[in-house]
């Protein structure tokens, strides 16, 4: 069993920044393919960034980002600290959302929030204007 936590989520203004951490205990990190989702109220869950595990790439990276976070988000990830990163730059309203963490074994499709069984619980980013 994995557990996961979140913190750094926020209030910020438009154009800041901030850094989310998740952190997993249980089962062996290296291995986990993790993944950033949001959800804002009234929408549905979505993708946000992927970080593969041990021995699997998508299309030669191993990282995988949305295309609505693409060159403002970065996740990364330490495993000898058992914990994964979102680096967000360049904020806008639009990205308030409870963010997710999520780990899985074997992410093959890192953008389907089927492919990870462990969840946190989300921390809130709000971005004011």
């Known amino acids: 069993q994995v557990q996961l936590v979140e913190s750094g989520g926020g209030l910020v203004q438009a154009g800041g920044s901030l850094r989310l951490s998740c952190a997993a205990s249980?089962?062996?990190?290296?291995?986990?393919?993790l993944g950033w989702f949001r959800q804002a109220p009234g929408k549905e869950r979505e993708f946000v960034a992927a970080?593969?595990?041990?021995?699997?790439?998508?299309?030669?990276?191993?990282?995988y980002t949305a295309d609505s976070v693409k060159g403002r988000f970065t996740i990364s990830r330490v495993n000898a600290r058992n914990t994964v990163y979102l680096q967000m730059n360049s904020l806008s309203p639009e990205d308030t959302s409870v963010y997710y963490c999520?780990?899985?074994?074997?992410?093959?499709?890192?953008?389907?929030?089927?492919?990870?069984?462990?969840w946190g619980q989300g921390t809130q980013v709000t971005v004011s204007s």
């Open positions: 999520a780990a899985g074994v074997s992410v093959l499709v890192p953008h389907s929030s089927q492919a990870y069984a462990y």
């Open positions: 249980g089962g062996t990190f290296s291995t986990y393919g």
């Open positions: 970080i593969s595990g041990s021995g699997i790439s998508w299309g030669g990276s191993i990282t």
